[in-house]
C-alpha cells in the first residue's frame, strides 16, 4: 500500500513542516493496513489539534515506533491506541450480539440499546482522546449520545414526551460546565446559574402536571437552596467540606421530614435516607478527624514497611491512600445498606448483592496494591474472592452443589493466564504448562463427579503429549537459532 498519497490528508502547515522527510521514509518502509489507518488518524488529528504540531522541532517517527504521523510526542499515541482497541471490541461485540439479535429474536432488535449505550460511552473515549474541547467537548458528547437514544427510546415506546426532562436536567449541568470552560464566571456563580434553572425547571414540572405535587416541587427547590448556601459558605465562610456536609445533611433532612410530614403521614419514608445519610456522614467525620488508627499515618507507615517501596515510594503511598479511602468507603457502604435492609422489614437480605459484588471489586483492587506483581495479583485476588461468592452463593440457595464448575474451570483460565505472566522469558511455555496442569486437575475432578465410564485419562495423555511436543519443539529451534533459554517462538 502506497502511504504516502495518504499524506495528502495532512493539512498545509503540517506537509510544509514534514512531507518531504515522511514521503522519503514512506517509500522505503511498505505499510500494513493499520499503519495507514493510524496515518489517517493522524491526519484526523492534525486537523483537530493544530497547534499541537505547530511548535514541534523534529519530524514525526515512523507509523510502528508512535503509531502515526502527527501524533503528540507528550503521549496520546498510548491514548489512541486504547481508543483503537475500544472500538475493535465495540465493533467486535455489537456484530455478534447483532447476529444473535438477527438468528434468535428476529424483529425484536433489542440489539439497539446495547449499541446506543455502549456507543455514548465510546463516543465520550473518542472526544476525550482527540481532545476536542477538553472536557468539555466530552461532556457535550455524552450529553449528546445519551439524550438522542433517550428520545428515541421514547419515540418508539409512545407515550408523554418524557425524554424532555433528562434533557433539561442534565442541559442545566452542561450549561454549568460551559460557563466554567469559558472562565466567565467562578464556580460559585455557575452553581446558582444551574441552581435557578433547576428552580425554573421544577415550576415547569409544576406547571405540566397542573400543581399536582406543588409541595414536593417547593420542597425540591428549598434542598437545592441549601445546597448552595453550603457552598457560599465554603467559599465566603472558610467552612470546610465537613462541617458543609453537615449543613446540607441538616437542612435537606429536616425539609424532607416537613414535606413527608404533609404529604404523606402515614408511611414516614424519611427513615430511609436519614439511615443512610447518618452513616456517610459518620464515616466522612472520621476520614476528617482520622479517629480510626489503622488508617492514619502509622498504619500507612507499617504498609509500607511491610510490602517494600518498590523504588516508588510516592506512588505506593498513593495506592496505599486508594486502597485505605475504597476500604472506608466499602465499610460506610456496608453499614448503610445493612440498616436500610433491616428498616425495610425485607424478609430477604438483599442487601448481601450489592455488597457481596462490591466485596469482590475490593479484593480486585487490594491484590492489585499488596502483590507484587500487581496485574497477577489482582486476578488471583478476584479469582479467590469470586469463588468464595460461588460457594456462599451455592450454600445459602441450598443448590445442587454447583458451585465447582465455575470456580473450576476459571480456575483454568487463571491458571493460563498466571502461567503467562509468572514466567516473563517464557510466556507460552508457562501458559501451556500450568494451564495443561489446571486442566487436567479440572477435568479428572469433572470425570469423578459425572461417574462411570472413566474417560479422563484420554484428554490428560493428550495434555502429556502436548507438553512433550511443545518442548521438544522449544529445544529443537533453540539449537537450530544457536541460543539457550530463548523465548518460545
Do not use: C
Not at 446506543?116 to 465510546?122: C, E, M, S, V
Request: proline content about 4%; glycine content about 12%; charged content about 10%.
Amino acid at each position: 500500500m502506497n502511504g504516502s498519497i495518504l499524506l495528502n490528508l495532512y493539512p498545509r502547515s503540517w506537509r510544509n513542516r514534514y512531507e518531504a522527510e515522511f514521503r522519503a521514509m514512506l517509500e522505503e518502509h511498505p505499510i500494513s493496513p493499520m499503519e495507514a489507518l493510524d496515518i489517517v488518524l493522524g491526519a484526523a488529528d492534525a486537523h483537530l489539534r493544530p497547534q499541537a504540531h505547530r511548535g514541534a522541532a523534529a519530524p514525526p517517527a515512523p507509523p510502528d515506533q508512535t503509531g502515526g504521523p502527527g501524533a503528540d510526542a507528550a503521549g496520546p499515541t498510548r491514548g489512541q491506541g486504547f481508543l483503537f482497541a475500544h472500538i475493535a471490541l465495540f465493533v467486535a461485540v455489537i456484530s455478534l450480539l447483532a447476529l444473535i439479535d438477527a438468528y434468535f429474536t428476529p424483529g425484536n432488535w433489542w440489539v439497539l440499546y446495547p449499541l446506543w449505550a455502549w456507543g455514548t460511552i465510546l463516543g465520550t473515549h473518542a472526544a476525550l482522546v482527540m481532545r476536542w474541547k477538553g472536557l468539555l467537548g466530552a461532556h457535550v458528547v455524552f450529553y449528546t449520545l445519551l439524550n438522542a437514544g433517550l428520545v428515541g427510546i421514547n419515540i418508539v415506546h409512545g407515550g408523554g414526551f418524557w425524554a424532555v426532562w433528562p434533557i433539561i436536567g442534565l442541559g442545566i449541568l452542561l450549561v454549568a460546565h460551559a460557563l466554567i470552560a469559558g472562565r466567565g464566571v467562578s464556580l460559585i456563580q455557575a452553581h446558582g446559574v444551574a441552581t435557578i434553572l433547576a428552580a425554573a425547571a421544577l415550576i415547569m414540572v409544576g406547571v405540566v402536571t397542573r400543581f399536582d405535587g406543588t409541595v414536593g416541587v417547593l420542597f425540591a427547590g428549598a434542598e437545592l437552596g441549601v445546597v448552595l448556601a453550603a457552598h457560599w459558605l465554603m467559599r465566603y465562610r472558610s467552612w470546610n467540606l465537613l462541617a458543609a456536609h453537615a449543613f446540607v445533611y441538616a437542612g435537606v433532612l429536616a425539609l424532607m421530614l416537613v414535606s413527608n410530614l404533609i404529604v404523606d403521614p402515614d408511611d414516614l419514608w424519611v427513615r430511609f435516607p436519614f439511615a443512610f445519610w447518618t452513616v456517610l456522614l459518620i464515616g466522612h467525620a472520621l476520614v476528617h478527624f482520622r479517629v480510626a488508627r489503622w488508617g492514619g499515618a502509622d498504619w500507612e507507615a507499617l504498609m509500607l514497611e511491610q510490602l517494600g517501596t518498590r523504588g516508588e515510594t510516592d506512588r505506593q503511598r498513593r495506592l496505599i491512600g486508594t486502597l485505605t479511602a475504597h476500604i472506608y468507603l466499602f465499610l460506610i457502604a456496608a453499614a448503610g445498606l445493612i440498616i436500610l435492609n433491616m428498616m425495610s422489614g425485607a424478609d430477604n437480605a438483599w442487601a448481601a448483592w450489592p455488597l457481596g459484588i462490591w466485596y469482590v471489586l475490593l479484593t480486585f483492587h487490594a491484590g492489585y496494591v499488596m502483590a507484587p506483581r500487581r496485574i497477577l495479583g489482582s486476578l488471583l485476588f478476584g479469582w479467590v474472592a469470586v469463588s468464595i461468592g460461588f460457594v456462599v452463593i451455592d450454600l445459602v440457595t441450598g443448590g445442587d452443589a454447583w458451585w465447582y464448575w465455575p470456580v473450576m474451570w476459571s480456575g483454568v483460565v487463571v491458571a493460563t493466564i498466571t502461567g503467562a505472566m509468572w514466567t516473563r522469558s517464557r510466556p507460552l511455555a508457562g501458559a501451556h504448562l500450568l494451564g495443561g496442569l489446571a486442566l487436567a486437575f479440572a477435568l479428572i475432578v469433572t470425570d469423578l463427579i459425572t461417574g462411570s465410564p472413566t474417560w479422563w485419562f484420554y484428554p490428560v495423555a493428550a495434555i502429556v503429549v502436548s507438553f512433550i511436543a511443545h518442548f521438544a519443539l522449544t529445544l529443537d529451534l533453540n539449537r537450530m537459532l544457536g541460543v539457550s533459554g530463548g523465548k518460545d517462538r
